[in-house]
């Protein structure tokens, strides 16, 4: 096993700053105690092999020379494949052809960033084939270009970021629109927990595109009257008042500017150790201004948030990731229990008919070289 590499990258949680990455704002995010692991072993010849233990029916076979676009039951091969396409742009690629294989302990399509955690230890798994070395920064960089151009998801900034940078027991702030990263201590005796509706969260083919088209929309307007504005994000609501936008580039323009507000207030609030309920109800807030504004919520996601808010140990609560479906956000107080969980998961049973999946997470490091197999494999949860 000495010519194996090995890596992992952990998901993350959004845990403030909702589709604003893309619009030039600042975000909160958590790496947590879920990972993807990759294994990376050299051959001789120019063939790659990629398999995951998420789809283990779809091994994917091409060659270095072939790195086209795959639909269908291949289409996860598109992260690792975009990773490598990425690689050789920047003159980082391994020489000859790999076998990659990927385990995970994450929940998949439930909105922790899976597919950034897939790129991340890609990454870092073939940067070991040809000797190379990225700083977090430059390879939150790397594989944000990656799924942006490779797999055709204009994200931003987020989720490679915080997987990148993350800290045990420590939120990600990243400034989007200058792309500086830094930490903040999460407030003690808190936890993170994620309720995932089961809801499929594919993101290419949801209306994420659409979302992102209209914040840029909207910027363009926004622009015939203030030239200099640099971002969506950047936009005072006098601003968004006197351009008189259309439906619905204000709903989603407003979103992002208050949004923005509220990320702005949290981060005074943490580095103050101020109150963890005014913390909170940020959350709640930017929950209803997805729903309302944003209109990337749904049903299910929205009985979660109101079902929690009615516990005395949930401090706030809000969709976490792109919407459409995916997962909530529940940040507690430790006091918060299973039973407490289990309560929520019954009652939204009981509307629905299924059960919500649910996890505790931990604040976490971020994406690292790991030297053994051992070190490799996935956390216990």
Known sequence: MQDCYSAEAPGRIEFLGNHIDYNGGKVLGAAINGVVCALAKPRKDLTIRLFSESFENDVVETS??????????????????????SLQEATLAPPSGFELILTTDLPLAAGLSSSAAVELATALALLQLNGNELGKSDLARLCRRAENQFVGLPCGILDQGVSAHGEKDHLVLIDCEKENFSTLPLPKDTCLWIFDTGIKHDLVDSLYATRHSECKQALELLKKKEPDLTCLAAASEGLLTSANLPEPLSKRALHVVKEKT??????????????????GELLFASHDSSREQFENS????????????????VLGARLTGGGFGGAVLAWTHHAFSQTDAKATATAFRKTFGKHPKVHRFEASRGARITTTLGEAGPPSL
Do not use: T
């Not at 790195?67 to 598109?78: D, T, V």
């Not at 749904?298 to 140990?313: G, I, N, Q």
């Open 64 to 85: 270095l020379n072939d790195l086209s676009f795959r639909k269908g039951s291949e289409f996860w091969a598109n992260y690792p494949l975009g990773v490598l396409w």
């Open 298 to 313: 749904c049903p299910e996601l929205d009985f979660l948030v109101d079902d929690l808010r009615k516990c005395p140990s």
């Open 262 to 279: 509220r990320v702005d207030r949290a981060i005074e609030l943490l580095k103050d150790d101020a109150s963890r309920k005014e913390i």
